[in-house]
Structure formats: C-alpha cells, structure tokens
C-alpha cells in the first residue's frame, strides 16, 4: 500500500522504545526529524536577536542531533547532506546553529482533500520563508563584529541560492503514484 499517508503524534517520544539507548536507523532519523519540526510558527531570541522559525523547520545543531541520535557529528553531517540531496530538506548551517527545513512538510501533515501534489520545486511561501531566513540571518550577522563571521554567514547564504536549482532537480521522489 503506497497510497496515502499517516499521521505521527509527537508523543511516540515519551515511548520506552523511543527512549532507548540503541543509536536510530536513518528510517527513525528521518521521522525524528519530522517529529522535531515546528508545527507552528515560532520564534526564540539568539543573543540580542529574534530569529523567526516556520512550520516545517527546526533549529538545532549536529552535536544535539548527534546526541539524540546516537551517531557521531560526521555520520550526521553526512546523512543530512544525504537528505538535502534527495530534495527531502533543505539545510542552512551557520557557525550559530543549523535550520532544517523538512521539503513538503504542510503537504504531508495537513490533512485536506484538495491538497496538491507534493514537489520539490520551491513555492512561492517557501521562497518567502527562505528570503525571511536570510533577513533573520542578516540582521544578527550586522550585530556581529568578528568578519570571518560575517562571511560564513555571507557565504552559507550564497550557498542556499546555488542548491535551490539542485533540489528542484530530486522531485521523483516525492511523486505520488
């Protein structure tokens, strides 16, 4: 049965057997980080800045989802690298924290019978939450006077316009048959 989609509350966490010390599978990865993602808009303060994250996104780090999972920092940079080349999420990585955006993360949560079909093409609202990231980013990169900061910001963003071309190129694997 490939049709369809199901949903997964949040408190599978508080199981046992989530809870246990073996390190997860990239299947329990994956869904982990669905987990993970806001459902809802939120925001948090980084030092004196307010940092804007949207539903489908998650602010963290590779050492706490290295920890979480298990796994050493290389192995999580290599899976999430492997993610992003699927066009299953888009990574932004600053010397301040890592934003995971999960791709076609309102496609697969809500629940509407006239949703669209999933894509990896970037949408209108997701450019915007792209071009709201950056501004979040530029606004704390101005607060910040150390220049080889500034310029892994600068560049992490460069980064993000040269891959919007590669993830449009991975949409078979979000195709419904």
Same mark, same amino acid.
């Given at each position: 049965?490939?049709?369809?989609?199901?949903?997964?509350?949040? /408190?599978?966490?508080?199981? #046992?057997?989530?809870?246990? @010390?073996?390190?997860?599978?990239?299947? @329990?990865?994956?869904?982990?980080?669905?987990?993970? @993602?806001?459902?809802?808009?939120?925001?948090?303060?980084?030092?004196? /800045?307010?940092?804007?994250?949207?539903?489908?996104?998650?602010?963290?780090?590779?050492?706490?989802? @290295?920890?979480?999972?298990?796994?050493?920092?290389?192995?999580?940079?290599?899976?999430?690298?492997?993610?992003?080349?699927?066009?299953?999420?888009?990574?932004?990585?600053?010397?301040?924290?890592?934003?995971?955006?999960?791709?076609?993360?309102?496609?697969?949560?809500?629940?509407?019978?006239?949703?669209?079909?999933?894509?990896?093409?970037?949408?209108?609202?997701?450019?915007?939450? /792209?071009?709201? &990231?950056?501004?979040?980013?530029?606004?704390?990169?101005?607060?910040?006077?150390?220049?080889?900061?500034?310029?892994?910001?600068?560049?992490? &963003?460069?980064?993000?316009?040269?891959? #919007?071309?590669?993830?449009?190129?991975? /949409?078979?694997?979000? #195709?419904?048959?």
């Amino acid at each position: 049965m490939s049709t369809g989609y199901v949903k997964i509350f949040r /408190s599978i966490e508080e199981n #046992v057997l989530w809870q246990d @010390a073996e390190p997860f599978g990239k299947r @329990a990865a994956w869904i982990d980080l669905i987990l993970m @993602a806001n459902h809802k808009d939120s925001s948090f303060l980084m030092g004196v /800045s307010k940092i804007n994250i949207k539903r489908g996104q998650k602010w963290t780090s590779l050492g706490h989802l @290295a920890d979480r999972w298990h796994w050493s920092r290389e192995r999580v940079s290599r899976y999430l690298n492997l993610l992003e080349n699927e066009g299953m999420i888009w990574q932004e990585r600053t010397n301040r924290g890592l934003l995971i955006t999960i791709v076609n993360y309102s496609v697969y949560q809500d629940f509407s019978p006239t949703t669209k079909q999933p894509t990896s093409q970037p949408t209108s609202q997701q450019t915007r939450i /792209s071009q709201d &990231i950056k501004q979040d980013i530029k606004q704390v990169s101005q607060r910040v006077t150390n220049n080889n900061v500034k310029n892994d910001i600068k560049n992490d &963003i460069k980064n993000e316009y040269k891959n #919007v071309n590669k993830r449009s190129a991975h /949409s078979d694997f979000f #195709v419904e048959e």
